[in-house]
Structure formats: C-alpha cells, structure tokens
C-alpha cells in the first residue's frame, strides 16, 4: 500500500501543470492567491491570460512540452551555485 501525498503536481502533455491537494499559492510578492477550488491548473506556455492559471491557450498556440524522457531530470546538486 502506498502512502498518498499531500500535494501531488502533474505534468499535463503539452499543457499545464495541475496542482492537486493542499497547497498554498503566492504571488511574487508572497501574496497569497485564492485558487477558488482544490485543483488548479497553472500555465506553463506563457500565454494564459488569466495567469498564473491555465486558460486554455496552450492549444492555440499548439504549446510542445520538452519530452520528458529525452533528458534526465535536472539535479540541484549540478547547479552551478549549488552549496558544495
Ligand atoms: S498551459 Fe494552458 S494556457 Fe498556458
């Protein structure tokens, strides 16, 4: 049996990222951000214009995700500022 996660982030193919479970959303001024319900999708295409949430114009403008097999996840530990 396996534990279920608090806050679980998904990677929408080619679209947004749907944040699930207990979060909570800052702007970039720490502001907190009401996300009106328990799952939210956040733009990752850059052309929402309700951003930080998804408004489905990743289609629009056909958004290609980088594939996620082609490289291996980055590693905090190769960040050139990274604490050695
Ligand atoms: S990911 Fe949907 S509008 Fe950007």
């Known amino acids: 049996m396996s534990a279920t ?9 080619h679209g947004p990222l749907l944040v699930r ?3 909570e959303l ?3 001024m720490g502001l907190t951000v009401d996300p009106r319900r328990g799952t ?3 733009c990752r295409c ?3 214009l309700i951003k930080p949430f998804c408004d489905g114009t990743h ?4 958004f290609q995700a ?3 097999t082609a490289a291996r ?3 905090i530990d190769d960040h050139p500022r990274s604490p050695t």
């Open 40 to 42: 939210v999708a956040l």
């Open 21 to 23: 479970g207990d979060f």
């Open 73 to 75: 996840a980055p590693n």
């Open 5 to 13: 996660p608090g806050t679980s982030i998904t990677l929408c193919p």
């Open 46 to 48: 850059g052309g929402s």
């Open 66 to 68: 980088p594939d996620p």
């Open 26 to 28: 800052l702007d970039a």
């Open 59 to 62: 289609k629009l403008l056909e």
